[in-house]
Every structure is written in structure tokens, then in C-alpha cells.
């Protein structure tokens, strides 16, 4: 079955941009149904994170959420098998400029759109980058998403997060910049609580530690998919006075910053994931 989906997103891959997005956005609406764990998991999150919302609302929200993840999932496509231009003329790159005077070390935080590979890989078409990836079940699957992260990384500059962040420092210190997706639910190890839309989030603590490891400045980039097809990577100005030397508050800067972006698109985040799996001692799971 693996080996059949592969095939038909090599074939997709061809389509056009518009159509691609209309593909993924279909497949979304189906797996809504066909995923009743996911989409369990997605209404949870969108209740406590929504509550002011109403059950229709937050029902619609949830639908849109599926087909951004799946239109984003069927565009990587093009990411894993199209040519450079081409992957160029599907993400348009805003404020390239704050990463080129950012200085010699910097940390890119990628917060967890469904346009987040297509931003990283345009990316790192014409600057060397260095980043993280997550051991898959699948060998099949594990070796594509290993080739597809590093197709444009000659140095292979890329490790499996329970590798951990050793090389990657070094790197940084090489002045190669880090793109790095933080903000998921690792677990309570080096995790800190802060709040996401108001509930208490395991918020990884390795961004502050990295900056400070380091000395890098955090470009925070964000992507959005475009209605007619493909995606729009915007970078921002490097952040001031991060790391602050309080983790606890530069981890809830993180995650504010983030929220101000999700609010803004609330249906292209990863509501799919158990974003409040980890619960504070003696907290109810919600899952």
C-alpha cells in the first residue's frame, strides 16, 4: 500500500499547481471521514482551544484543517520530485532579506503550517541549511521524507531528532542556519508548560537553549497556502533580546508568537496532532 501511494504522488506530482491543491483538499475531505482517530484528536484541540466558537464553527474549522494538512501532504509532491525551478514557481519567499541580515548564525523557527516543507525546501534550494527529521515506522516512508528534506542539502546536513541537537550545534557555529519545527508535543522530557490559546502546552525548551548555546538570532517563518494552488514563505525581522535568560518566558514568547500566526489562519495549523497529550501532574488527559 505504501509503495502504491508513492507512486501516485510521483504522477500527481506533474499536475498543475491549482489542480494539485484541488486533488489535496479532496483527499482531506474523504480522510475526515476515513480517520476517526484524527479526526477525534482535531475537534479536542479546536474545543480548547476555540471554546468561544460554537460546535458548527469549530466542525467547519476542523474540515478545512483536514484539507490543509492533506493539500499540504499532496504538494510535497512536487517537493520530493520537481525540479528546482519549478518548486520556486509553487513558493514565493517574502523577506528573504531579515535571513541575510540575521548575521552569520541563525536558528528559522518553522511553527507547524501545512505549507511548512514547502517553505523549508525552497529554502534551502539557495541557502545551505541544516535541520531535524523523525524517524518514520515505515522504512519506505522513512527513507522518502529523508530524501525529500535533503534533496537540495549537499553537505546532508540533517539528523533524526533522537540523534539530538549535538551536530546541530555545531553547525550553527559553522554558520549554517537551523530550520527547526519546535513546536509539537515531544513529551514532558526537556518540555516546560506555557499556555496555547489559553491551555497548558509541553512547549519544548530547545529553542532558547540553542540561541544560547549558540548565539544565534530566531527568524521566525511562516508559511500559508495560497487559495489558487501553492504557498507563500514569509520571513520575519530577527527577534530582539531572545534569548532572555528566563525560559520559561522566552518558551511562552514562542508560543504566543505562534498563536498570534495561527489565529490568523486557524485552519492551515496541525490541529491533527496531540498538541496537549503531555498534562501537568495531576491534570486530566484529554485524549
Known amino acids: 500500500m505504501t509503495r502504491l ?8 506530482h506533474w499536475l498543475p499547481f491549482r489542480a494539485l491543491a484541488r486533488l489535496g483538499e479532496a483527499v482531506g475531505s474523504l480522510l475526515f471521514w476515513v480517520i476517526p482517530e484524527r479526526r477525534r484528536v482535531t475537534r479536542i484541540n479546536l474545543e480548547k482551544c476555540f471554546p468561544e466558537l460554537g460546535a458548527a464553527e469549530r466542525e467547519k474549522l476542523a474540515r478545512a484543517a483536514f484539507r490543509a494538512f492533506c493539500r499540504g501532504f499532496v504538494e510535497r509532491s512536487v517537493l520530493w520530485w520537481g525540479s528546482a525551478a519549478r518548486i520556486k514557481r509553487m513558493v514565493r519567499v517574502e523577506g528573504i532579506e531579515h535571513l541575510e541580515a540575521a548575521g552569520p548564525r541563525v536558528i528559522v523557527l518553522a511553527p507547524h503550517f501545512a ?8 529554502l534551502s534550494i539557495d541557502h545551505e541549511f541544516c535541520t531535524l527529521y523523525a524517524h518514520q515506522k515505515d522504512p519506505v516512508v522513512d527513507r522518502l521524507l529523508l530524501k525529500g528534506r535533503s534533496r537540495f542539502r549537499p553537505n546532508k546536513r540533517i539528523v533524526s531528532r533522537q540523534q ?6 555545531r553547525w550553527i557555529g559553522e ?5 527547526y519545527l519546535p513546536d509539537l ?7 516546560l508548560f506555557v499556555p496555547f490559546f489559553g491551555v ?8 532558547p537553549y540553542i540561541a544560547r548555546s549558540t548565539g544565534a538570532k ?23 533580546d531572545f534569548p532572555s535568560g528566563d525560559e520559561l518566558a522566552d518558551a511562552r ?19 491533527l496532532h496531540k498538541r496537549f497529550k503531555t498534562r501537568p501532574p495531576g491534570e486530566p488527559k484529554f485524549y
Open 185 to 191: 508535543d515531544f513529551g514532558p522530557q526537556g518540555s
Open 164 to 169: 539530538g541537537l549535538r551536530r546541530v550545534l
Open 115 to 122: 505549507g511548512v516543507e514547502a517553505a523549508g525546501t525552497c
Open 253 to 271: 514568547r514562542m508560543m504566543a508568537f505562534i498563536e498570534e500566526r495561527v489565529r490568523e489562519m486557524p485552519e492551515q495549523y496541525h490541529w
Open 218 to 240: 530566531v527568524v521566525p517563518c511562516v508559511a500559508r497556502l495560497l487559495p489558487e494552488g501553492g504557498t507563500v514563505a514569509r520571513l520575519y525581522p530577527a527577534w530582539r
Open 5 to 12: 501511494v508513492i507512486a501516485l504522488m510521483w504522477l500527481v
Open 175 to 179: 554558520g549554517v542556519p537551523f530550520y
Open 200 to 207: 497548558s502546552a509541553a512547549t519544548a525548551r530547545g529553542l
